[in-house]
């Protein structure tokens, strides 16, 4: 199947937290307006009625950056928190793998959990 790929830089008051590297079906999503990169994707996809973050299994380890992600984000062998997820439709479809590189001194992740 195709896929859309992109990466993205993630800042904060122009400061480099994370990089993405994002794959979306072509078969789920045929189209994006790359302008759509440049606020919420999630957003985006809304807006083109698709429904998305049904589900999401998310796999959590620390690496360290790959020389690009050294320069993307101004940093050297620094520790990284690698969020790696697989977000379904409604119907259990796998639309979306994205792979988030987070540098631990800049990003906080919280999470809570209900029963």
Known sequence: DFIHYFVRLRTANDIPIAISYAYISAKAVPAID???LEGSFKQYLESINFKPNVSSYH???A???NDEQKQL???GNVAL???THITFT???VPYEYI????LCDRYKYTFT???
């Open 73 to 75: 984000l101004n940093v």
């Open 90 to 92: 409604e119907n259990k």
């Open 63 to 65: 690496c360290l950056p």
């Open 59 to 61: 796999i959590m380890t």
């Open 34 to 36: 790359i302008t759509a």
């Open 99 to 102: 792979q988030t590189f987070y």
């Open 113 to 115: 959990r209900n029963y």
């Open 81 to 83: 928190l690698k969020n």
